[in-house]
């Protein structure tokens, strides 16, 4: 079993940060990439980032420049340091990660339960 686990969201003011953390666990034999996703209310899911194992990194063009993501592959946690945030902002994060399992010969594609952004004054 392969969990993700995020925590650090939250209501901000615009123009604040908020840093998201996002933990992997169970029976993990490799994490290839690792990334956010958001959703905001009424629209469709959308990547934020994601980051491969190599430090390859790829940044959707609202955030660039605002924000900015970490791995630590010792720990399988990769967090996310938003600054500058937006009232755009404001959606519920994921964190997603591909993940080939101890028990598994392929990679699948898993999800954290989302946490909530909000940017408003």
């Known amino acids: 079993q392969v969990q993700l686990v995020e925590s650090g969201g939250g209501l901000v003011q615009p123009g604040g940060s908020l840093t998201l953390s996002c933990a992997a666990s169970g029976n993990i034999y490799r994490i290839h990439n690792m990334g956010w996703y958001r959703q905001a209310s009424g629209k469709e899911r959308e990547l934020v980032v994601y980051q491969t194992t190599r430090g390859l990194t790829n940044y959707s063009r609202p955030v660039e420049g605002r924000f900015t993501i970490s791995r630590d592959n010792a720990h399988n946690t990769v967090n996310l340091q938003m600054n500058s945030l937006k009232p755009e902002d404001t959606a519920v994060y994921y964190c997603?990660?591909?993940?080939?399992?101890?028990?598994?010969?392929?990679?699948?594609?898993?999800w954290g339960q989302g946490t909530q952004v909000t940017v408003s004054s």
């Open positions: 997603q990660a591909t993940i080939t399992p101890t028990t598994e010969a392929l990679a699948y594609d898993y």
